[in-house]
């Protein structure tokens, strides 16, 4: 009899699957590994399974066709997919407005990433009780004028606490962002019986330390799963086309029907009305270099995956064998003659 189930967290051999209310251990059958050329591994936190319980640990059977994805390009072990969370609602983007200071290229490339698999985008602009006068309502504007949700939090002061349990509330949230913008205190905030580890920011760095290590989906006690995701520096694309970058950027998203050219990556090409728009404020400098930079990684990275390619290609194509001599005559002369004349 199989049981359905949920990866509430992925270690390196074996997955907790939550089942009925409880949480067990189980390994995933030897079938899943393979075909698996371009993802990392073959389930990730959030994927609905189904177990068989008859031994301990379990096993994994089989697992159900994914909703949405949130994922990456992964570092090192070759360019593969590395799936962070399978089957949420949104991603909760957590930026600090200081300490560390806020940057926006870590929240756009995120967002991108959560269009990119059909995930709804919310931007929490965190530590507001250590912003300027208008400096942390500058960082959320950004994102609003751009069609997200922005919120304005403190965990420490309890500020936008409300909102942000509002819009977690019922939903599967995957919650991201860089080390040290305040996740765990976050979480700590508005469900003090977590009790997750904290650390203050680097003095010698100006970073953030790591508190979580891995990915793991918790329940909140109002009704909230929350997948808890470790500071990531380098969150890059995974096999995403530069025509299909200008659609992961919203704000931009539709403006390429008023381009000159259909075409358009608005870059260099004239009549671009997204590079008007940058002119004309209406997109935000700060999104527009954010787009020019996934673009181009993107551009590099199908480059770099032909180049490759090609290389495996000539690496498997087999040694012709020689030609056969057609002139049956003078092979049999070269077989007459010694070592010396063949020469």
């Known amino acids: ?9 992925v270690d390196a051999k074996v997955c907790h699957v939550e089942v009925e209310g409880r949480i067990l251990p189980c390994v995933p059958r030897g079938h899943h590994f393979e075909h698996r050329r371009e993802e990392r591994r073959p389930f990730a936190v959030g994927d609905l399974v189904r177990v068989d319980l008859s031994d ?9 066709e994914r909703r949405t994805v949130l994922f990456r390009a992964s570092a090192g ?31 756009d490339r995120v967002l991108a990433a959560a269009e990119h698999g059909d995930l709804e985008g919310i931007v929490c ?7 300027r006068k208008g400096e942390a309502e500058e960082a959320a504007g950004i994102y609003r004028r751009a069609g997200y949700p922005a919120l304005l939090t403190s965990g420490l002061r309890g500020d936008g606490l409300a909102e942000l349990r509002a819009a977690l509330e019922g939903k599967v949230t995957v919650l991201a962002g860089s080390s040290g913008v305040g996740k765990s205190t976050l979480l700590n905030a508005l469900a003090p019986g977590l009790d997750l580890r904290v650390a203050p920011v680097s003095e010698r760095t100006g970073e953030g330390r790591h508190t979580t290590t891995g ?3 918790v329940r ?38 008023r381009c000159r050219f259909p075409s358009c990556l608005h870059c260099e090409e004239p009549g671009c009305a997204v590079r008007s728009a940058v002119k004309r404020g209406k997109v935000a400098p700060s999104r527009y270099a ?35 001599i057609e002139d049956e005559d003078a092979s049999e002369a070269g077989a007459r003659r010694g070592p010396r004349e063949r020469r």
């Open 1 to 9: 009899m199989l049981h359905e189930g949920r990866v509430i967290q």
């Open 125 to 131: 602009v965190n530590k507001v009780d250590l912003a």
């Open 290 to 324: 954010s787009y020019l930079e996934v673009l181009d990684e993107c551009q590099r990275e199908r480059k770099e995956s032909a180049s490759e390619g090609r290389r495996e290609g000539r690496a498997r194509t087999p040694r012709q064998p020689r030609a056969p």
């Open 56 to 64: 301990v640990p379990g096993a994994i059977e089989e697992r159900q």
């Open 215 to 217: 990915v793991r989906m």
């Open 77 to 107: 072990e070759g360019r593969r997919a590395q799936v962070l969370v399978a089957n949420a609602d949104q991603v909760l983007v957590v930026a600090s407005i200081r300490d560390p200071a806020f940057s926006p290229s870590h929240p």
């Open 220 to 257: 909140l006690p109002f009704g909230a799963l929350v997948v808890d995701t470790p500071g990531i520096r380098n969150f890059a694309l995974w096999r995403v086309e530069a025509a299909d970058v200008r659609l992961l950027f919203r704000g931009m998203r539709g403006l390429e029907r």
